[in-house]
């Protein structure tokens, strides 16, 4: 039972262009989302967050876009750098809940 | 100041054998978690850790197991290897910004069980 989904297995964007990865969730009880980043022989690293309260947060290139009613967040990369190219995963969690629910991830590559 | 550190990094078993992989937490932080990845699967949830007590578990067998010391170090244990028990382990310890729970992992221990 996948709660958090990301369809696109891989993704391939122009450097300079937007990327946008999508992720869809299932349990309304998730009132937090997270993006993480993940190079090759790495952990995943944090990109950026929004709570069930807002529905855009802005950092840098990296801004995440939150639809609670169609269950579905975003996160747009404006413009892609090569240094951008990794798998990223979106991930969920309730409020006061320190378990994350992960999704299958998406291989994003720039190409130059 | 030093990051989450994870040994070993890379371990090959057999089938039945067991496995222990080591954790230690940024300093100061006192919440360690376990995530298994694997291809297809994405991150799953296997416990946490606070204080030396698990708060959370997920749906693993019991095979898998863990502990916390007193000084935040965790450890994982997962006894009668299986193929499909190959994958990256991975652990994170826990700070919190701005209500959301947000992890730093370490770079994983790639078990490969033959």
């Known amino acids: 039972d996948q709660q958090v989904k990301q369809n696109s297995p891989s993704l391939s964007v122009q450097e300079g262009r937007i990327s946008i990865l999508n992720c869809d969730y299932t349990?309304?009880?998730?009132?937090?989302f997270l993006w993480y980043k993940k190079y090759p022989a790495e952990g995943p690293t944090f990109l950026i967050s929004?709570?069930?309260?807002?529905d855009k947060n802005e950092d840098g290139r990296f801004t995440v876009f939150l639809n609670k009613s169609a269950k579905h967040l975003s996160l747009h990369i404006v413009p892609s750098q090569p240094g951008d190219s990794a798998v990223y995963f979106c991930a969920a969690s309730p409020f006061g809940n320190e378990k994350l629910t992960f999704g299958t991830g998406t291989r994003l590559t720039i190409i130059p | 100041k030093a990051g989450v550190t994870q040994t070993p990094r890379y371990l090959i078993k057999t089938r039945g054998q067991q496995v222990t992989l080591s954790c230690s937490p940024i300093s100061g932080h006192r919440s360690v978690s376990w995530y298994q990845q694997t291809p297809g699967q994405g991150l799953q949830f296997l416990f946490e850790y606070f204080s030396e007590t698990q708060r959370n578990k997920g749906n693993f067998p019991g095979r898998f197991s863990g502990r916390q010391f007193s000084n935040s170090r965790s450890e994982m244990n997962v006894s009668t290897l299986e193929l499909g028990d190959s994958a990256l382990y991975l652990c994170a310890s826990r700070r919190t910004v701005t209500g959301a729970n947000v992890l730093t992992f370490g770079a994983g221990s790639r078990l490969t069980v033959l």
């Open positions: 929004i709570s069930s309260i807002k």
């Open positions: 349990n309304s009880m998730f009132d937090y």
